[in-house]
């Protein structure tokens, strides 16, 4: 059984003239997992969103990495299942599903 216990993304936009900064950063904990998004822009102060998700809410979630295993894993099998749908977190660090 594979777990993601901690995962970081970085983005950064060279956008003239106030460069931008995004970082997400998500770490698992015994209740769930805490989501912390990071928007800075330029010199201004940076802000910051944290979300907070239960073990219940997260059941069979499937992050960025376990993605890839997956899609490699139906490939090889030239099959995908019917209905196959996980929970997941967007790019705002919202839970969301994701579908094959």
């Known amino acids: 059984q594979l777990e993601t216990l901690e995962q970081e993304e970085q983005e950064c936009l060279e956008l003239k003239p106030h460069p931008t900064e995004k970082s997400t950063h998500m ?10 998004k990071t928007l800075q822009e330029g010199e201004a102060e940076p802000q910051c969103q944290s979300f907070s998700y239960s073990q219940a ?9 376990a993605s890839l295993l997956l899609l490699r ?3 090889r099998r030239h099959t995908v299942p019917p209905g196959l749908v ?3 977190i967007d790019t705002e660090g919202h839970l969301c599903t994701s579908s094959y």
């Open 27 to 36: 770490v698992s904990h015994q209740h769930g997992m805490t989501v912390t």
């Open 57 to 65: 809410e997260l059941r069979g979630l499937l992050l960025e990495g």
């Open 73 to 75: 894993v139906l490939a």
């Open 86 to 88: 996980f929970p997941a």
